[in-house]
């Protein structure tokens, strides 16, 4: 593994444990030319899977990309990171389990809101904002009645 520091490509793994309940390895690495220290993840990928965006453009899909714009949403909220990771492994299982390999970006957007719907209300209406394109504050009054009837009825 390259060090993130100084560019070298050895590091030395000085510890491994398992990370977000065994679904993933994570690693201290220390680099012998710059001495930092530094983590990494190893996960299972099951697949290899290419974005569709709505523009027709298809793009890898970046895990860290989509943790990011969680991560967003997220800000200055009382969350835990391991609930946070436990989502985001939890939306990429359920991606790589659709046994496509090419895969809407509506699709991850929505598979985002449903799960930030459950983890917390606020950050769904963040992500939401953005993910529908609102405009102005009608948007937001109309999401939000929309939630309000889908909820009576569920």
């Not at 405009?135 to 929309?146: I, Q, S």
């Amino acid at each position: 593994m390259r060090c993130p520091f100084c560019g070298n490509p050895d590091s030395q793994v000085k510890d491994s444990r398992p990370a977000e309940d065994a679904n993933a390895i994570r690693r201290r690495r220390h680099c012998p030319k710059c001495g930092a220290r530094f983590t990494t993840f190893e996960r299972i990928q099951l697949r290899e899977l290419t974005i569709i965006k709505k523009s027709g453009k298809r793009a890898p899909f970046d895990r860290d990309k989509l943790a990011r714009s969680v991560q967003i949403a997220l800000r200055k909220r009382a969350v835990e990171p391991d609930q946070v990771e436990q989502m985001i492994s939890g939306i990429v299982r359920r991606l790589e389990s659709m046994g496509e390999t090419e895969i809407k970006s509506d699709t991850v957007g929505e598979l985002v809101m449903e799960a930030l719907a459950n983890l917390d209300p606020v950050a769904y209406v963040r992500y939401a904002s953005v993910y529908r394109n609102f405009h102005e504050v009608g948007d937001f009054e109309k999401f939000l009645d929309e939630e309000k009837l889908s909820g009576d009825s569920g």
